[in-house]
């Protein structure tokens, strides 16, 4: 079982940044990707962002161009660079990780973290 911690989240203002840790506990099998998520309270979690072993990356069009999913495989960590941040990027964000071929929104298997609050406002 790998657990994952999410650190990095803040208060920033509207085109602001905002880099955001994933720290996984064990190794990923090398057929799985890892994902980011971000969830709105009182809405569904939403994927946005992924990142194969590989290193082929994917993203949700509301974060394309502004967005960029990394990962040190030596470390076990998964980052996400945020830039030009907008007031509905506004979410908890939580990582985790699942099997490549399953559809981005129900192929999470590990059990979840508990996130990272990011608030952009001015």
């Known amino acids: 079982q790998v657990e994952f911690v999410e650190s990095g989240g803040g208060s920033v203002q509207p085109g602001g940044s905002l880099r955001l840790s994933c720290a996984a506990s064990?190794?990923?099998?090398?057929?799985?990707?890892v994902d980011w998520y971000r969830q709105v309270q009182g809405s569904q979690r939403e994927w946005i962002a992924s990142?194969?072993?590989?290193?082929?990356?994917d993203y949700d069009d509301s974060v394309k161009g502004r967005f960029t999913i990394s990962r040190d495989n030596v470390k076990n960590t998964v980052y996400l660079q945020m830039n030009s941040l907008k007031p509905e990027d506004t979410a908890v964000y939580y990582c985790?990780?699942?099997?490549?071929?399953?559809?981005?929104?129900?192929?999470?298997?590990?059990?979840w973290g508990q996130g990272t609050q990011v608030t952009v406002s001015s």
């Open positions: 064990g190794r990923i099998a090398s057929s799985y990707t």
């Open positions: 985790n990780a699942g099997p490549i071929w399953v559809s981005r929104d129900n192929r999470a298997v590990f059990a």
């Open positions: 990142i194969a072993s590989g290193l082929s990356t």
